[in-house]
């Protein structure tokens, strides 16, 4: 993996500290536009490789995108995942449990939406928010929650190791002052504010509380299989060339090649020519 991106993983087994990540860190480039050439090819390869993985059926990837309100989430949906044939592509958003939901484990809502093979799944929001809304607000007891890390580390595996499919976690990291930044933008702009909800300011009072949270969750379940990685998301075009980098790196790695054809190619070669001679006497 490229090394900046490297740094960007939670080497499983580590301890998280977010207060020493910088959410202004850019990378390699200065500017938006600097990175638009890189990001733009790579949207093309995400193409191509998404392409692939619906050919081949063999693979599937997973997207996990969660962050702080404002973080970025529906950006990257909107700006990266875009970039992809959106016949092979589902997005999903986990919203408030409904009563239905609530009646169950908290894995019941999200594993029908686990990808098929050769299919790319983006949860926007997704079973994290069961150690994190539901921890801050105390929502189910500690040791309810305290038990959903092993849960969701035995779920994740069973969707690595049963079904082919390759997990990317993406925790974007803006700061509180980014927030508020963009939260003022929402307010200002007519065409976001509907983005506003009574929330957000309550939130931004339990700042620590996600943080402190997000610092577990990502500590507990940061896998091989399935690794984290801190995305620094003050900067929306660095968060999206990262994400970007990263997807196309890891399909990349998965070698997958175009499938052989299930017909005998030459027998039906025989039949267009058959079909083209015929279609030539048609025409005389
Ligand atoms: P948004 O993504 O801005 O549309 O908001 C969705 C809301 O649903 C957020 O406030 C989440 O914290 C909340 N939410 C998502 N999943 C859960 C969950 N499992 N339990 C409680 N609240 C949740
Ligand atoms: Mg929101």
Do not use: C
């Not at 009646?103 to 093979?117: C, G, I, N, S």
């Amino acid at each position: 993996m490229t090394s900046y991106l490297k740094k960007l993983i939670v080497e499983p087994g580590s301890k998280v500290k977010l207060n020493e990540v910088d959410p202004s860190y850019h990378g390699d480039h200065d500017s938006h536009d600097a990175a638009m050439p890189e990001f733009q090819a790579n949207l093309a390869k995400m193409d191509d490789l998404q392409y692939l993985m619906y050919a081949e059926r063999k693979h599937s990837l997973l997207v996990v995108l969660q962050g702080l309100d404002a973080g970025g989430k529906d950006g990257v949906v909107r700006h990266v995942i875009t970039g992809m044939n959106p016949a092979g592509v589902r997005v999903v958003g986990f919203k408030q449990p409904t009563a239905e939901e609530i009646a169950h484990d908290f894995l019941w809502r999200v594993h029908p939406h686990a990808p098929r093979k050769g299919e790319v799944v983006v949860f926007n929001r997704s079973h994290y928010e069961d150690v994190l809304v539901v921890r801050v607000h105390d929502l189910v007891s500690k040791p309810v929650w305290s038990e959903r890390y092993e849960l969701i580390n035995d779920f994740e595996k069973l969707l690595a190791e049963q079904n082919g499919t390759t997990i990317l976690k993406f925790f974007l990291y803006i700061s509180k002052e980014e927030q508020l930044e963009r939260f003022k933008q929402r307010l200002d702009d007519p065409a976001r504010q509907w983005k506003i909800s009574d929330s957000d300011y309550s939130e931004r009072n339990y700042w620590d509380d996600y943080i402190a949270a997000f610092e577990d969750a990502l500590e507990k379940t940061s896998k091989k299989h399935a690794p984290w990685f801190i995305i620094p998301a003050n900067h929306k075009w660095f968060r999206n060339l990262a994400i970007s980098q990263i997807i196309v790196e890891t399909l990349n790695g998965l070698k997958m090649k175009t499938p052989a054809p299930t017909v005998d190619i030459t027998a039906i070669r025989k039949q267009y020519h058959a079909a083209a001679e015929a279609m030539r006497d048609n025409n005389k």
